[in-house]
Each structure stands twice: as C-alpha cells, then as structure tokens.
C-alpha cells in the first residue's frame, strides 16, 4: 500500500530558500564600501495615494518568501514571467518583481555619481538610512501600461476566466500602470535589518522561522488561510473545517498569512487584520497551538488566479503543506470568473500557462489546494454550513467581508453570530487609534511615512556623501 502519512514539510519552491540577508554589521560595511551611489526608495503613487513600496518587495525576495527570485528581474526574465508565467529556470513565477526609478532620477544619478551602469551597486537608503544594495545587472526601459495589461491579462487573451478588461478602478492595475520606465535590474542584499513596528514584531515569521516553527511544533501538515480581512465567523468556519485535509488525521496546523502593505481604500488596517486573526485563538476559538498568525510584506495586486500563484510561492516557502482556495480569491471587481482561481488549481488555465494545474507541470508546486466553496449561516442546521451540504436554500444567510463592513460603517455591532465580541473590540481599538475603522487616503499617507519597520542608523561611507 502507498504511504499515505506526509512525514515532512514542502521543499522550498526552486529547490532552496534565499537568504541575501547581511547580519554582521562589519561585513555589511565592507559592502557600503563597494556601492558606486545612493538612492532614497520612494513608494508608487497613483493619483497622489501610495500604492506600493518596493521596500516590501526587496524584504520579500531577501528573507526568501519569493524564493528562487533574488531580485529585480532582468528584461528577458520579465518577458518570461509575462508570457509563460515561469522564469528562466523554469519555475513557476507569476508576477513582475521590478526596481523601477525615473528618467529624472536615473539622470540625476548619473550627474550625481558618474555613468551608473551594469557592474555597478546601488546603496538603498530607507527612511533616510542604509537599508539594502542592489547589484545593478541591466538597464532597461518598460511602457508600464503594457506591463500592467500582460500581468493581469484580457478578455481577448485569457478567455477563460477574464470577464472585462481592467481599468483604473483596479488596484492591482493601477500599480503597474504607475511603475516608473526604468528598470534596474539585479540582485538585492540587505545589509541594515529593520526592526519591524508593533503591533507586526510579533507575527514576523520568515520561512527559514515559520520552517523552524512547524518543526518545533511538531507539524508536518499545515493548511494556509490568506487573508486580508479581519475574521468573522464564516473565516473561522472556513479554517477549522478546511483544515480536516491532512493525511491520517486533519493538518497538524493552521497558518494565517496575512497580506501586509497598502491596499485598496475600504480595506482594513493591517493592524486590525492581524490582532484581529490573533484574538480567534486568544478568545479560544482555536487551540493556539494549533493556529499560527503571520504576514508577508506584499502591496495586494487583487489578480484572483495570478494572486493564487504568488500566494503559493510564499506559503510552500513557509513549510506549509496545503492553500484552501475560496471564491473570489484575492479578487476585486468582476474582472475575473469568480471561481477562476479555483479553476486554475483544478484543472489549469492555458492562456495562462497552465494546461494542468500548477502542481502537475514542469516547475510547479509542492504545495496542494483545498479549493471551497463557500459557508454560510443556516438557521435550520442552527451552525455554518458547508453550501455543498446544507439544502435549507432561500434560509440561509451569506455574510461576506463587504457586508460587515458595511455594518461596521453604519456604526452597527455585527451580532456575535457572524462576528465574535472580542474581535470587534480589536476593530474598535484601532479605529479609536486611526479615527475611522477602514482604509482611506489620510491612513494610506500616515502609513506610508511610518511603514511597518524602523531602521538603525549606519553612517554612510566617505565616498558616498555628496
């Protein structure tokens, strides 16, 4: 008979994790020293509003969520993500991961610091403080409109799950739209590690961490729940009853992996998400030793089936074992088949790619879906229910993320049914903070000065201070 027990966590995707984190203060000097200029990161804006920071890109290859990529792409790896969703090695990449600067900057660079070029590194400033190098491979120029509609994909192109073409009103979209023409691409190293902000110390697992986590935990099934939402009970009911896939018994853990970084306005704060997450297993409704709450630094791109890819880079990364896939994964808008993520997972999306799902092709996962349908509030089953189960249709009732903001907005207390007390109380703590308990311009701009992470101060070698 075959073994069916999984006695070990998942390879990392590409064979190994990337690790281009320097800890020794001395050894990331003798690097400064090597640096041709400096470059203050600025984050994306669209209509004035941040919608990206490359910062968290860079923190993401470097601590190895997006392990094998090691930094911004070349022309011809960007080429091959965009046209196979794969990178020149072979494994399944689905987006863009690019430095981009200014014509202007570039400019005054080169005015600055000589003619910068191939061979040479860049010192990444952060928050006014060393912060990273890149080791400048090429130089090339994008039209980021392009970039965005070949990211995302048309209705023309991609038929079989893209509804209508995408527009300003998508966030995704618009952050590649709002890249800047050029690309600097190469290799990212950290040299000053940040030290992440309260209240997201606390959740920081990176893989090699959350690896060694499950490994003392005694785990070596684990199911991955991706949010961007604080949990209401219908989350709950979805975590605790995906999670019975395993192998002789349910999975051993559940991780949430929460999407940190700027995100659509009428989202919730981070802040909220994450405490939010964390008071399912405080308030005991999940064994904390059962329920692991964590982030990954990432400006949403809202792509549905594209945002499932990238989804399951990070979480095989992480150790885990299996991704429960819900409607409307990721998504926002109709832009997407609202079970098109489930379809890529099911049975592949060729235009993308994919003539069988991403675990069956060259290059793919490890890393097994757990695709859902949906629960709901059955008053005559007096539970939530699995809508592939219950047959009491016309009774029940649908509670999305969207609906209880909603009430939220309207001053309203979801009633404990779909919403548990203690979770709410962590709403209100940081709409008491914020002033509003959603997403809008004011908290988008604060966040963006204050970041998730601080920086020590590293004095600038001689050379570099003009």
Known sequence: MPEVRIKTLPPPHGGKLVDRVVRDPEMARKLMQKCSAVYDIKPTLFKGNPVRNVYREIMSVCYGFFSPVEGSM????????????????????????????SEDDLKQLRQKYGDIGPGDWLLLRLKGEPFAILEIEEIYEIVPGDVAVRTFGTPEKNPEVVKVPFDQKHTGYNIYCSLNPIILAGKYTIINE??????????????????????????????????????HTGHEALMKNAAYIGDIKPCDGIVVNAIVGAKRIGDFPDEAIVEGHEMIHLAGYI???????????????????????IHAVIRQNMGISFHMFGRDHAALGEYYDIYATQILWSKGIPSFGFDAPPYEVDGGFYIRPQNIAEFWYCPKCKEFAYSENCTHKGIYSRYSGSFIRGLINEGVMPPPEIYRPEVYKVVVKWWQKFGYPFNNE???????????????HMELPAHLKK
Do not use: C
């Open 287 to 309: 064994k904390p030793e059962r329920h692991l709450v964590t982030f990954t630094l990432w400006d949403m791109r809202y792509g549905n089936p594209i945002e499932s890819l």
């Open 74 to 101: 070349t022309k011809a790896e960007l080429e091959s993500v965009l046209e196979k969703r794969r990178l020149l090695s072979g494994w399944v990449f689905p987006y863009p991961i690019l430095f981009d600067i």
């Open 194 to 231: 940040p030290k992440f902000r309260p209240p997201f110390d606390r959740f920081w697992y990176p893989p090699k961490r959350s690896r060694e986590e499950f490994e003392k935990r005694g785990w070596t099934t684990v199911i991955a729940h991706q949010t961007r939402n604080v949990p």
């Open 442 to 456: 004011k908290y988008l701009k604060e966040r963006e000065e204050r970041l998730e992470v601080d920086l020590s």
